[in-house]
């Protein structure tokens, strides 16, 4: 089974094809060029390097956020098309579980996202070679009151992404989306006209418009 | 084997997630506008973050309606088009990763448009444009005169030096308590109104052909303030009579004499503004006395749409101008760089 792989939920870009879920090739950057430039130039090459067609594509597997608002609606809506285009299905898979498995770290993970304002958006999985569960679903918290809740734990943060929050240890990850289908159980089936950024918040314009009603 | 140009055109610029089916440049084989206004009337105003996620909503929706409508399949198609810009970013982006896409899969070249462009080939989906030209060109966005002397030649030698008159619309009709999108309101209101206050005709005396509507939104806004303090109760047919009055005073003065001094007689109104039943009246009669051929789009090819991006698409095609899978969106673009 061919799956090709998409990550660009925030400032690294991760485009992978596996093979029976088996890494074929993997492209990651993690500078600054906006994925609008790069994602569809990169899965082209992707492809050509480990030789495979798009017709042989199975399916398609893309981080559904959170992160940056705009760099997840690139990856969604390429991976909506895709699935369409090519006719297979597509999965979606969280931004912070992709960050969980990059490293093969195991045991408790908390993967990290800087959101400002002493904001992250973060998940607590505890991790194992071949299972995973999830403790702390992601969502959108004060880091003090994330990092309460949880005893001990590796950190992961992309240190070359900014960080504004108050944190001493932490294990760098730079997102590499081939990993996470180890895990089945992290992939969700989705209806591609339907699939949508997992924003984990609502605009702040719908925000302040709900506060006024 | 068939000829055709059967172009898919997509367009996310600004609120409205759009699709179409173009052939020749001309011949409407589909036509899919999926609006958001009504989300946006919550906040006054098209709020940008909100624009982006409705059209991720949107996009494979209109683009499979827009195929079905035509009755075609990808690989009939001969190119993807795609508004490159101006517009909001991260609207932009959506339309163009989808066309990218699209044009990925099925082996497709990938044409992206200008939307001003688009907004003025919108003319030509029905009946040939005729050069020299003059567009003006009257939305949310832009306030321009655009010389055209060929097609894909333009340049602008009008526009305005401060808001847009689509914007004038807006902010005019949000101090008389009208929803948004304010300029079909102002326009029924005027209906039963009259041009009582002879609000400002911005640079009318001035030799230039650029425009200014900063000076008559400030005044209206004065005015009501004006009233409101002296507790007069102001009658909203009359002031809404008034600006469009002031509005319309000055587009057909700045383009007539235009006109004259390009010694052209082919005008082109393009843009949501284009819309408006006095512009349209005035400058009908008008242009009937003058002799000048006018071509205004009927009103759903007015406000954005795809299928006048398939139209301006249909020449960009034909004279190579095609982008690679790096095709980003830009929030500014220069039409005059459109000149191939």
């Known amino acids: ?213 | 084997m068939s000829k055709d140009i059967k172009i898919l055109a997509i367009e996310t610029s600004c609120d409205e997630t759009a699709a179409s089916v173009i052939q020749n440049g001309n011949e409407i084989l589909s036509n899919v506008v999926v609006s958001q206004i009504d989300s946006h009337k919550r906040f006054g105003g098209v709020v940008p973050e909100v624009a982006s996620r409705h059209h991720v909503e949107a996009i494979t929706h209109v683009i499979d309606q827009a195929l079905e409508d035509a009755e075609l399949e990808p690989s009939d198609l001969t190119a993807v088009a795609v508004t490159e810009g101006p517009g909001l970013i991260g609207a932009l982006l959506i339309g163009i990763n989808a066309a990218k896409t699209f044009a990925y899969v099925h082996d497709l070249p990938l044409v992206p448009v200008h939307h001003i462009a688009g907004h003025i080939y919108a003319a030509q989906l029905e009946k040939p444009l005729v050069f020299p030209l003059i567009a003006l060109v009257v939305s949310g966005g832009h306030t321009e005169l655009i010389y055209m002397k060929d097609h894909m030649s333009f340049e602008i030698i009008g526009e305005t030096r401060d808001d847009a008159v689509g914007e004038a619309f807006d902010k005019v009709a949000r101090v008389i308590d009208l929803p948004y999108p304010g300029g079909p309101h102002i326009d029924k209101l005027a209906q039963s109104g009259e041009d009582t206050f002879n609000f400002p005709r911005g640079l009318m005396k001035e030799e230039t052909f650029d425009f200014s509507f900063s000076g008559l939104k400030s005044a209206v806004i004065n005015k009501l303030h004006n009233y409101n303090q002296k507790g007069i109760e102001v009658n909203k047919n009359d002031v809404a009579a008034s600006f469009q009055a002031s509005v319309t005073d000055v587009l057909t003065a700045k383009t007539f004499a235009a006109l004259k001094e390009y010694d052209v007689e082919n005008l082109i109104i393009a843009g949501g503004v284009a819309g408006n039943s006095e512009i349209r009246s005035r400058f009908s009669s008008m242009c009937i006395d003058k002799n000048i051929n006018l071509q205004i789009p009927k009103l759903k090819f007015c406000t954005d749409n795809a299928a006048m991006i398939g139209a301006a698409a249909y020449h960009l095609y034909n004279k190579d101008h095609l982008a690679d899978l790096t095709l980003n969106g830009r929030n500014f673009i220069d039409i005059e760089e459109y000149a191939f």
């Open chain 1, 1 to 213: 089974m061919i799956s090709l792989l998409l990550d660009t939920s925030n400032q690294a870009l991760s485009v992978a094809v596996n093979r029976n879920s088996k890494m074929a090739a993997e492209i990651n950057t993690n500078y600054k060029k906006t994925h609008s430039e790069t994602l569809v130039d990169n899965i082209q090459k992707v492809l050509s390097i480990a030789d495979i067609k798009k017709s042989e594509i199975d399916r398609i597997i893309v981080a559904r956020g959170p992160g940056s608002y705009t760099g997840v609606r690139i990856g969604i809506t390429v991976a909506k098309m895709l699935a369409k285009q090519l006719n297979v299905p597509v999965y979606s898979v969280s931004s912070l579980f992709v960050l969980a498995v990059s490293n093969h770290v195991t045991g408790n993970t908390v993967p990290l996202i800087d959101a400002r304002r002493a904001h992250v958006y973060g998940a607590l999985y505890n991790i194992e070679e071949d299972d995973y569960t999830e403790v702390i679903a992601p969502s959108y918290v004060e880091f003090k009151a994330l990092s309460a809740d949880v005893d001990e734990a590796v950190y992961l943060l992309n240190s070359q992404e900014k960080i504004t929050i108050d944190i001493d240890e932490y294990t760098h990850v730079t997102p590499r989306i081939s990993e996470v289908e180890r895990y089945e159980k992290a992939l969700k089936l989705e209806d591609a006209d339907q699939l949508v950024p997992d924003y984990l918040r609502i605009s702040e314009a719908e925000r302040n418009w709900q506060d006024n009603q």
